[in-house]
């Protein structure tokens, strides 16, 4: 059950930097949804791009405003690392949560995501992604519009389950 659209280039209303929205609906409770967005051990399994993967070891949550998050993709074929942070800004469950994404050593500096969890009926939810700071750079090498929206095929497939 999967609608999918996309905004490109689509900015919060009081900023002009560049970013782009994902919207999806999913087949499964609001709840169940929150949950794969904060439990870190659902993160592992669904937090990456469909052709790289993240070890368990490698996530930690610290689900308060203020607190850090941490992640690690990897290409396992080569080993190649991607280690990834950010700080929870926004925490409204089950509605809304807000974090900056970026490397381990610039949380605070980084581009900007907030995520609001609509629910629709009672088994679908509407995510709308919204990143700023990272222009709609689909189809250009590691993209991070691309990455996210594979992301959210694995996020899909996770929350079947």
Same mark, same amino acid.
């Given at each position: 059950?999967?609608?999918?659209?996309?905004?490109?280039?689509?900015? $919060?209303?009081?900023?002009?930097?560049?970013?782009?929205?994902?919207?999806? +609906?999913?087949?499964?409770?609001? +709840?169940?949804?929150?949950?794969?967005?904060?439990?870190?051990?659902?993160?592992?399994?669904?937090?990456?791009?469909?052709?790289?993967?993240?070890?368990?070891?490698?996530?930690?949550?610290?689900?308060?405003?203020?607190?850090?998050?941490?992640?690690?993709?990897?290409?396992?074929?080569?080993? $190649?690392?991607? &280690?990834?942070?950010?700080?929870?800004?926004?925490? +409204?469950? &089950?509605?809304?949560?807000?974090?900056?994404?970026?490397?381990?050593?610039?949380?605070?500096?980084?581009? $900007?995501?907030?995520?609001?969890?609509?629910?629709?009926?009672?088994?679908?939810?509407?995510?709308?992604?919204?990143?700023?700071?990272?222009?709609?750079?689909?189809?250009?090498?590691?993209?991070?519009?691309?990455?996210?929206?594979?992301?959210?095929?694995?996020?899909?497939?996770?929350?079947?389950?």
């Amino acid at each position: 059950m999967n609608h999918n659209s996309t905004a490109a280039d689509t900015a $919060q209303p009081t900023t002009e930097e560049p970013g782009f929205t994902i919207v999806r +609906d999913f087949a499964a409770p609001r +709840d169940r949804v929150w949950e794969a967005w904060t439990n870190p051990d659902v993160i592992a399994r669904w937090f990456h791009p469909e052709t790289l993967v993240t070890p368990r070891e490698s996530v930690s949550v610290d689900l308060r405003v203020g607190g850090l998050y941490t992640y690690t993709m990897r290409i396992e074929e080569t080993g $190649q690392e991607f &280690p990834t942070a950010g700080k929870y800004l926004v925490i +409204d469950a &089950p509605h809304r949560l807000d974090f900056t994404w970026g490397s381990p050593d610039d949380v605070d500096d980084a581009p $900007q995501v907030s995520v609001v969890f609509e629910e629709i009926d009672a088994n679908t939810t509407r995510m709308t992604f919204a990143l700023t700071g990272i222009p709609n750079d689909s189809g250009s090498d590691a993209s991070a519009y691309d990455g996210w929206n594979s992301a959210f095929n694995v996020f899909e497939a996770e929350i079947a389950n």
